[in-house]
C-alpha cells in the first residue's frame, strides 16, 4: 500500500514538474513576442511630414522633363499648403493635396520676353508621402491644353515628369504654308486713319499704296529664305518650322527649338531657341542681330526675327502678323532691313516707298500688316 502511495506521489510530482516546464516555455514564448513587437515598433519610420516639404525650390533643387525631354528650370519652384483649408489630410489615405507653383513651362527657352505673357503655371497635386519619399500626381486642364504631373521629392530635390499637350482642334496637326507677296497680304486690321495716302503729286488709296510698297519687300524676304515659311504645330506644343522652296528641292528644316504660346488677344507668339532665331534673322536680314524687335524674343540682348500668329477663328487659314497690340515695332524692322539689305534687292522706287511706308507705321497712319497662310496636307 505504502508502495502504490510513493508511486503516485511520484507521478503527480514528475507531472507537476513538466506542467510548470510548459508554463514556463509558455511564458518565454508570449514575453519573446511582445519584446519583438515592441521592437518592431520602435524601430519603423515614420513617413516625411508634407508641411516639412513645403517652401521655394532654387532652379538647382528642381529636375524636370518636359514630353521626355530634360529641360532645366528658368525659375524657382515651390510647394504651399495655403489656401487649402478645405483639402485637409484624408484620414483613410493619408494622402495630401497641396499646391505646385512652376516657373513658365513654354517655352523653355534661353529666351527674355519684351513682355509678361509666359506666367508661372499653378495646379492642384495630391502627395502621398513614405519614410523615404513624397509621390506627387496632379493636373491641369484648360480649353485647350494640358499638362500631366508626376514627380517625387526626395532628399531635398524635386523631380519632376512634366507631359504638356495642345488639346484645340483647330490647330494641332495642320500644316499652314505663307508665301511672302501680294497674293497673301491680308489688310482686316489696317486700321488706317487716312483713306489715300499723297505719293508724288497723287492721291493713293492706302490699301493699294500699302500693297504696293510691301510687296517688293516680301518678294525679297521670301527670296532671301529660299521658299515659303511651313508651320505645323503637333501636339505636345512644339512648332515644326521649315522653308519650302518654290520650285522642286528638298523642304529645309529650320534649327533649333519652336513653340507657340497663346496669351490672349487672339494673337500666339512664336517663340524660338537662340539657333532657330539666329538663322532666320541672318536669311531676312543678313546678320545674325539687328537693333529692333520685330515681333516677341529677345535673346543675349539681340533681337531676332520671330513671327506672330493671329489664331482667333483659326479654319484653314493663319494669319501671320507684323505687328501686334503687344509689340508694334515692324518700321523698326523695316527701317533696318532697307539701311542693312535694300539696296541690294529693291530699285530705288521700291526703296523710297518702303520708307514712306516705315514712317506710315511709325506714325501709327496705319497699323498692322498680315500675311494669310493656308493650310496644306
Keep these: 500500500m505504502a508502495g502504490k502511495g510513493g508511486l503516485f506521489s511520484f507521478l503527480i510530482l ?22 519583438d ?9 515614420t513617413s516625411i511630414d508634407i508641411q516639412d516639404i513645403c517652401g521655394v525650390y532654387t532652379p538647382q533643387q528642381v529636375k524636370m522633363t518636359f514630353n521626355g525631354e530634360d529641360m532645366p528650370a528658368l525659375g524657382n519652384a515651390s510647394l504651399t499648403m495655403e489656401s487649402l ?81 495642345i488639346t484645340s482642334s483647330m490647330l494641332v496637326g495642320k500644316k499652314f504654308l505663307f508665301e511672302f507677296g501680294r497674293q497673301s497680304l491680308d489688310f482686316d486690321f489696317l486700321n488706317p486713319s487716312l483713306s489715300s495716302i499723297e505719293w508724288k503729286g497723287s492721291q493713293i488709296p492706302v490699301e493699294e499704296f500699302v500693297s504696293d510698297a510691301i510687296t517688293p519687300v516680301l ?6 529664305l529660299g521658299g515659303f515659311l511651313c508651320a505645323e504645330l503637333v501636339p505636345e506644343a512644339s512648332v515644326h518650322l521649315s522653308i519650302k522652296p518654290e520650285g522642286a528641292g528638298d523642304v529645309i528644316t529650320v534649327p533649333g527649338k519652336h513653340g507657340l504660346c497663346n496669351p490672349n488677344n487672339g494673337f500666339a507668339y512664336f517663340v524660338t531657341d ?6 532666320l534673322t541672318e536669311k531676312i536680314m543678313g546678320s545674325s542681330f539687328f537693333k529692333y524687335n520685330l ?16 489664331l482667333k477663328d483659326v479654319q484653314d487659314e493663319l494669319k501671320l502678323a507684323f505687328d501686334t497690340p503687344v509689340n508694334s515695332f515692324f518700321y523698326g524692322l523695316l527701317f533696318e532691313w532697307l539701311e542693312n539689305v535694300g539696296m541690294t534687292e529693291l530699285s530705288s522706287e521700291e526703296m523710297e516707298k518702303a520708307y514712306k511706308l ?16 493656308t493650310a496644306i496636307e
Aim: charged share 20%; hydrophobic share 40%.
Design 274 to 279: 537662340q539657333d532657330g532665331a539666329s538663322c
Design 85 to 165: 483649408d478645405n483639402h485637409s489630410k484624408d484620414e483613410m489615405e493619408g494622402d495630401y493635396k497641396i499646391l505646385l507653383a512652376l516657373p513658365p513651362l513654354w517655352p523653355n527657352l534661353a529666351t527674355v520676353s519684351t513682355s509678361p505673357v509666359f506666367d508661372n503655371v499653378t495646379l492642384e497635386v495630391e502627395a502621398s508621402a513614405s519614410p523615404e519619399e513624397v509621390v506627387l500626381e496632379g493636373m491641369s486642364k484648360q480649353p485647350e491644353h494640358e499638362l500631366v504631373v508626376k514627380g517625387v521629392y526626395k532628399e531635398g530635390i524635386l523631380n519632376l515628369d512634366l507631359t504638356y499637350s
Design 37 to 45: 513587437a515592441c521592437s518592431n515598433d520602435a524601430e519603423t519610420p
Design 14 to 35: 514528475m507531472t507537476m514538474k513538466k506542467l510548470n516546464h510548459f508554463i514556463f516555455i509558455a511564458c518565454s514564448i508570449f514575453c519573446m513576442g511582445i519584446l
Design 219 to 224: 518678294d525679297a524676304i521670301g527670296r532671301r
Design 295 to 310: 515681333f516677341f524674343s529677345s535673346i543675349n540682348d539681340y533681337f531676332y526675327f520671330v513671327p506672330v500668329f493671329y
Design 358 to 373: 516705315a514712317h506710315l507705321l511709325q506714325d501709327k497712319t496705319i497699323r498692322y500688316i498680315r500675311l494669310t497662310g
